[in-house]
């Protein structure tokens, strides 16, 4: 290929008019070796687009992935978990209301045996005032049954 | 479509992808995942692939969305940072070592160009489509798609020229 046809076809190339085929020919004259020396960036442009090109994906292409059970496992453990959460949650409200009831009753037995304890000492109060009151009764009705 | 099917549609076009999601990823192993990803997508919706005409095209164009996405992601600009001043190992030629400098300057040439370029530059110079699939794929209009080409391929040159002129002349 002549130089000159090359030189056109670069400007072309620039400007992004070539053909496939054209850039094809580029490619072969810069890639073969013997590159004019004012046109040797196009021999490393064209390089480094062929070489590029050998690169291959290695890896095997997996169509189910990887994860996709570890994912699904995690989906279970976290509706483990809010169920989980919820049944202690439940719990623990059951629990402080039974508490919570037990020391309402307490308290609710303290206030009954202090008002039962102040009743049975006015009672006594009662009591030994009764008694007193007898023996007086008494003696008044000894005095009496003397005199008689 | 069953499994030897789609491979059969799917694997010619493999390696393009995987270079292409590596040309925008940067790393090999982001563009091994993205690949990997990409083709797992592709067979979880293998039965609209049967009404694609150009699967190919439609495979690029996801990868070309796909990656864009992966460069969003905070992750993946935590990766693109680690991976600034990687090494291009796989595409080492065997010639002589300023040789295989300048080509690898081409590299990392490409790597400063605008995403865009980075995918047009990509798809024509390396991938060898036709101008009317590469519209396809990145969704411009031809005019567009020539100009951003053109560009990349001038930036690339005098970028070049620059770097070999520096301390010559």
Redesign the interface.
């Known amino acids: 290929m002549e130089l000159a046809n090359i030189e056109k076809l670069i400007q072309k190339?620039?400007?992004?008019?070539t053909t496939?085929q054209e850039?094809?020919t580029l490619r072969n004259y810069f890639t073969g070796g013997n590159v004019a020396p004012h046109l040797?960036?196009?021999e490393?442009?064209f390089?480094?687009?062929t070489?590029?090109?050998?690169?291959?994906?290695t890896?095997p292409?997996?169509?189910?992935?990887k994860n996709s059970k570890k994912t699904k496992n995690l989906k279970w453990v976290s509706v483990a978990a809010s169920v989980v959460l919820l049944f202690s949650v439940f719990i623990g409200n059951q629990e402080y209301k039974k508490y919570q009831e037990e020391q309402q009753a307490k308290a609710l037995y303290a206030e009954v045996s202090k008002g039962l304890k102040l009743l049975s000492t006015n009672l006594k109060k009662g009591e030994q005032a009764v008694a007193t009151l007898y023996t007086y009764e008494n003696t008044v009705n000894k005095i009496l049954k003397e005199t008689k | 479509m069953n499994q030897s099917d789609f491979l059969k549609v799917v694997l010619p076009f493999k390696d393009k992808v995987f270079r292409l999601a590596k040309r925008l990823l940067v790393s090999t192993e982001e563009a091994e995942d993205a690949t990997q990803e990409l083709f797992f997508k592709l067979w979880k919706s293998k039965e609209k692939i049967a009404d694609y005409k150009n699967v190919e095209a439609f495979a690029m164009t996801m990868t070309k969305n796909y990656c864009f996405d992966r460069l969003k992601s905070k992750q993946a600009s935590n990766l693109t940072l680690i991976h600034s001043n990687y090494k291009e190992t796989r595409t080492s030629l065997d010639k002589n070592i300023e040789h295989q400098d300048s080509v690898n300057q081409v590299h990392q040439l490409i790597e400063k160009l605008p995403e865009n370029q980075k995918i047009i530059i990509q798809l024509r110079d390396v991938e060898q489509y036709n101008f009317d699939e590469i519209c396809k794929m990145v969704d411009m209009k031809p005019t567009a798609v020539r100009v951003a080409l053109s560009r990349a391929r001038k930036t690339i040159r005098e970028e070049l020229i620059k770097k070999h002129n520096y301390g010559v002349s």
């Open positions: 190339y620039l400007d992004a008019e496939l850039e094809t040797q960036e196009y490393y442009m390089n480094y687009f070489t590029t090109k050998d690169e291959t994906y890896k292409i997996l169509l189910k992935p």
